[in-house]
């Protein structure tokens, strides 16, 4: 089993969508969750993190997470074209400080 | 520009030869992290530094890469004897983390993408 998986792309929403983005992690002592937005060709950028559970939002983006069920999601609304990348979820133990990273979700915004 | 800079953005090297590339974090950060990522995958952890000192090492790190980062400023990732499957983006990321932190957000370089010929 994967340590972070991440629901399979790609993924195509018109735009003004709300664009859902799934990710679980296998390891109960993870404390920290993050999201990355890559474009092609590009690094990470970071665009959410969360350490509690329950909602963080920050402009068009939710973050939810759910420790109990190991659970993180990131919400896009009123999806844009500039939106279209590969979303990254990266996860921290509390012991550690590597990210592990799941391989990405695709996701597309149609105009 | 106060983000992470990575050099060279590009490499291309024949099988064989020996690459480095270098990290600049940001300004204030005290950790400096390296990942690999190949096409179609999550990066990788490879190690990372608190100041001069490296504190863990991925197993993917073999005896052929080499980090270090001498006074705790920039950092260098050295691969000696490159073999094709190294072909890939280096990233370099660095965070500020302190005994009562309560962030760890790691900010990521450019990266350099280096092809094996």
């Known amino acids: 089993q994967k340590e972070v998986e991440q629901n399979s792309g790609p993924l195509s929403v018109p735009e003004g969508a709300i664009a859902s983005l799934n990710c679980t992690y296998s390891?109960?002592?993870?404390?920290?969750f993050f999201w990355y937005r890559q474009y092609s060709g590009k690094s990470p950028e970071l665009i959410m993190s969360i350490y509690s559970n329950g909602d963080k939002e920050d402009g068009r983006f939710t973050a939810q997470l759910n420790k109990a069920s190991q659970y993180v999601s990131l919400l896009i609304r009123d999806s844009q074209p500039s939106d279209s990348a590969t979303y990254l979820c990266?996860?921290?133990?509390?012991?550690?400080?590597?990210?592990?990273f799941g391989e990405g979700t695709q996701l597309t915004v149609n105009p | 520009d106060t983000g992470v800079s990575q050099d060279p953005r590009h490499k291309i090297t024949k099988r064989g030869q020996n690459v480095t590339f270098r990290c600049d974090p940001i300004s204030e950060h005290n950790r400096l992290y390296w990942y690999r990522q190949t096409l179609g995958q999550g990066p990788e952890f490879l190690t990372y530094f608190q100041n001069e000192a490296q504190l863990e090492k991925s197993r993917l790190l073999s005896d052929r890469f080499s980090a270090e980062r001498p006074k705790g400023s920039f950092s260098t990732l050295e691969i000696q004897r490159t073999e094709q499957g190294d072909s890939a983006m280096y990233l370099c990321?660095?965070?500020?983390?302190?005994?009562?932190?309560?962030?760890?957000?790691?900010?990521f370089g450019p990266g350099t993408r280096l092809t094996v010929t």
């Open positions: 990266a996860v921290r133990e509390t012991s550690g400080s590597r990210l592990t």
């Open positions: 990321a660095s965070s500020l983390e302190w005994v009562r932190t309560s962030s760890y957000e790691q900010y």
């Open positions: 390891d109960r002592v993870s404390q920290s």
